[in-house]
C-alpha cells in the first residue's frame, strides 16, 4: 500500500512538474510580445510647443517602434497627432496631423511599408493628461501608436 501511495504520488509530482514546465515557456513568449506592444502602443513620440520635428531625444522612441513593426511584419499601425489645448481647435488638428505625417515619413524611411501605417489628427480633442499646465500639455503633444 505505502509503495502505491509514493508511486501515485511520484507521478502527481511529475505530472505537475510537467505542467508548469510547459505554461512557464508558453507564459514566456506571451508575455514578451505583450510587453512589446504594450511598450509600441504606449511610448509617445513627444514634441516641443508648437513643432512637429522630431526631437533628438525621441529619435530612440521612434527607432524602437520601426524595430518592432520589423519584426512583427503583419502588424498595421495607426499613427495619431495630438497637441495640447492651446491654440485654436483648426490650428491644432492641422499641427497634430503634421506630428502624425512626420513620425509617418520616418518610419517610411527606416524601410517600414507605407500600406502597413495610417494617420489621423485628433489635435487637442484626446488629452492623455487633463491637465491644464506644463507637466500636462508636455505629454498632450505627441503621436500615439495603435497597433490594428
Not at 512557464?24 to 514578451?32: E, F, I, R, S
Not at 489621423?120 to 491637465?131: A, K, N, T
Amino acid at each position: 500500500m505505502k509503495k502505491l501511495m509514493l508511486v501515485a504520488l511520484a507521478l502527481s509530482l511529475g505530472l505537475v512538474v510537467m505542467a508548469c514546465q510547459k505554461k512557464a515557456v508558453v507564459d514566456t513568449g506571451t508575455d514578451m510580445s505583450t510587453q512589446l506592444r504594450y511598450e509600441f502602443e504606449h511610448n509617445n513620440v513627444l514634441f516641443d510647443f508648437d513643432r512637429f520635428n522630431i526631437r533628438s531625444d525621441q529619435v530612440s522612441v521612434i527607432n524602437a517602434k520601426a524595430a518592432y513593426l520589423k519584426q512583427f511584419p503583419t502588424v498595421r499601425a495607426v499613427i495619431q497627432g495630438h497637441c495640447d489645448e492651446r491654440g485654436t481647435l483648426a490650428y491644432n488638428r492641422a499641427l497634430a496631423d503634421r506630428r502624425a505625417q512626420t513620425a509617418y515619413n520616418y518610419l517610411v524611411d527606416q524601410g517600414i511599408s507605407s500600406s502597413r501605417l495610417s494617420t489621423i489628427s485628433y489635435g487637442e480633442e484626446d488629452p492623455i493628461d487633463p491637465g491644464h499646465n506644463e507637466a500636462a500639455w508636455a505629454k498632450n503633444r505627441r503621436a500615439q501608436f495603435v497597433q490594428q
